[in-house]
């Protein structure tokens, strides 16, 4: 019947309770009247749907998401792989990655959200067992969020810094640098093993003052600038998040695309310098035998899996503000590109000044290309100070990563946010005072990372919160969705919602190829660990077990929460297990026995009855 195309998840349980009732037939036409026996269980979820917010417009949503996957790791880390890793060859596995496990994921859990219309915990009522994986994410989000703000926080620092004739990270003449620290115009003279440039060790010594701190055990108070800056972020997050999607899908149409505004001026200017075209073809040049090394590979897959912000709970939360019929299939096709382009086109950007920096100072590009915080921190500013106006570019490149950063933060506090609101339900009536704990807790935790020694708190955060943890997230959430909910049930939900079922393509993706993907990362993430080191300074074990903690705390949601629910549920063993794996809209089917819509869905079910069975026939016997 066509009143079941835009009907809410609850009522597919009950489609046999429908009633239709020949009234006449005139004209060679019958006219039919139908009844839909709902139960209190569809009663409620449209109760709750048609309560629910929802982007005040399309484009909210869609700034929204690009504006949480294109973040400073598009900038800082994706140029500097495609250059070590062959240039234009590093293409191919990044983009084998991205058809095979990047769009799949990114596209199953738009749908996921959407369809659910709850957060990251509360769409597994799918299979209630499952649902500590969305605590999981929940948890990761958290702890990102404890040191992503710090980075927000170091480019105000920057750009407050900026607004002077002569930018400070120019010269040696400051009172944090050392004796170590010289000019590239002086370098013929200084030994390359103590060399310091002035932008790092305004950077080092005169941001972070890491010199007054001997390691992660002597961190001492927060640095006031520091703590200021991080206020202003946290402030600024908490009036873009309090009243939901309604301020911050207005926020993001400034934070989503002055991004693309600035890296666009840039690129102008970048490739109007000497050297700049050196850099680009460095970037770019072909370099098919790198491809012969897995290392390639891996660094690839990698990049894909943390580029899109699959496994963050994100993508959820903001999927479930989507109005029920939304074509999610085509946004995550738009998106997903959106951000692989950008990744692409910011590399011209960069290796352009890198460029032009390697000819100005006469070294080699390897000598100033690198990733992470060094490229935008250090790098990047030293490259814009050489310039005419170098206040104002650096105003605008500090602007711009200010812009980077906000949108990825508010994605990864909605995630938190909307994850815990759903799931306890008496949260929504106080949202703006939820929102308040959350932000200023994270300020709190956050101000570890401000401390003279805060870049090695900052370090071991970024090395064990998000690793192995996000990945084995992402790894259960494909495995709970493919082969216990079941593909075919999830490809009925997306009909449901867009009017057509997923291709074989993406069904083959969901079972076999992104489970089996995502298998393999997780082996080799444990498999080539390595304890975490920061320049010279090698961490001591006791902070390597306290980032593994850190690291297993939210991978233990797991199977605590499938043990803390196998616990509750009444019955039998075999009873328990099926009510948690069966969607919680079908329970009223295992309480009168029919247990076959399962049973033909997961076949573990027939293996456990069988397994008893053989048990017990063999004991008698």
Not at 258 to 264: H, K, R, S
């Amino acid at each position: 019947p066509t009143f079941m195309h835009n009907s809410y998840p609850c009522i597919r349980g009950n489609v046999g309770k429908v009633e239709l009732i020949l009234v006449k037939e005139q004209n060679g036409v019958q006219f039919t009247s139908s009844t839909l026996v709902a139960s209190a269980c569809n009663e409620t979820a449209a109760s709750v749907s048609d309560e629910r917010e929802t982007w005040g417009k399309k484009i909210d949503f869609l700034l929204s998401v690009i504006g949480f996957a294109v973040d400073l790791a598009n900038v800082w880390r994706f140029p500097y792989l495609c250059y070590k890793n062959g240039g234009g060859a590093f293409l191919v596995p990044y983009l084998f990655f991205m058809v095979i496990a990047g769009m799949p994921l990114f596209y199953m859990e738009l749908a996921l959200g959407q369809y659910n219309r709850e957060g990251a915990a509360g769409v597994w009522k799918i299979c209630p067992i499952f649902k500590g994986v969305g605590f999981t994410v929940i948890l990761i989000s958290l702890y990102v969020g404890f040191y992503y703000n710090v980075i927000i926080s170091w480019a105000l620092f920057y750009l407050f810094s900026s607004f002077t004739d002569e930018l400070p990270w120019v010269h040696c003449n400051n009172t944090w640098n050392s004796p170590n620290c010289s000019d590239w115009a002086d370098n013929s003279s200084v030994n390359d093993i103590y060399k310091v440039t002035p932008a790092q060790e305004y950077f080092d010594r005169g941001v972070l003052h890491i010199q007054d701190s001997n390691g992660i055990d002597d961190l001492g108070r927060p640095r006031w600038q520091l703590t200021s800056c991080l206020a202003v972020v946290i402030v600024v997050l908490y009036f873009s998040l309090w009243k939901g999607v309604k301020t911050s899908g207005k926020v993001v149409w400034v934070t989503a695309t002055m991004p693309y505004v600035v890296l666009t001026v840039l690129l102008l200017r970048g490739v109007t310098l000497p050297g700049a075209i050196d850099g680009i073809k460095a970037y770019l040049s072909v370099d098919f035998l790198r491809l012969c090394d897995a290392k390639v590979w891996i660094e690839a897959a990698t990049q894909i899996c943390f580029s899109l912000g699959v496994g963050f709970g994100v993508l959820i939360a903001f999927s479930s503000y989507n109005k029920f019929s939304n074509n999610c299939y085509r946004d995550a096709i738009i998106t997903s590109s959106i951000n692989s382009l950008t990744s692409f086109f910011s590399g011209f950007v960069v290796f352009s000044f890198l460029g032009y920096l390697s000819q100005k100072h006469n070294v080699a590009l390897d000598k100033v290309a690198r990733d992470g915080a060094g490229l935008v921190f250090v790098i990047y500013p030293e490259a814009i100070a050489t310039l005419p106006g170098s206040s104002v570019w650096a105003v605008i490149f500090f602007i711009m990563l200010l812009t980077l950063g906000i949108d990825s933060a508010m994605g990864g506090m909605e995630s938190v946010i909307t994850g815990l609101i759903d799931e306890f339900k008496f949260l929504h009536k106080h949202r703006e005072l939820f929102t308040l704990f959350i932000v200023v807790s994270t300020f709190l935790i956050s101000l570890f990372c401000v401390t003279n020694g805060g870049m090695y708190v900052f370090t071991l955060l970024d090395y064990f919160a998000a690793g192995t943890s996000i990945l084995f997230g992402v790894l259960i959430e494909a495995i709970g969705i493919a082969w216990f909910y079941g593909v075919d049930r999830f490809s009925d939900d997306i009909e449901e919602m867009i009017g057509h079922r997923p291709s074989r393509y993406w069904r083959l993706c969901w079972k076999f190829v992104s489970p089996c993907f995502l298998l393999v990362m997780v082996i080799v993430s444990f498999a080539t660990f390595h304890p975490p080191t920061y320049g010279t300074y090698t961490f001591p074990p006791w902070a390597t077990t306290v980032g593994w903690c850190l690291a297993m705390s939210s991978m233990a949601m797991v199977p605590l929460y499938a043990i803390y629910k196998l616990c509750s549920l009444p019955g039998k063993f075999c009873d328990r297990l099926a009510y948690a794996i069966t969607p919680e809209t079908d329970h009223h089917l295992v309480d009168q026995g029919e247990v076959r819509q399962f049973t033909v869905s997961i076949e573990m079910i027939i293996v456990l009855y069988s397994a008893k069975y053989f048990y017990t026939t063999t004991s008698e016997r």
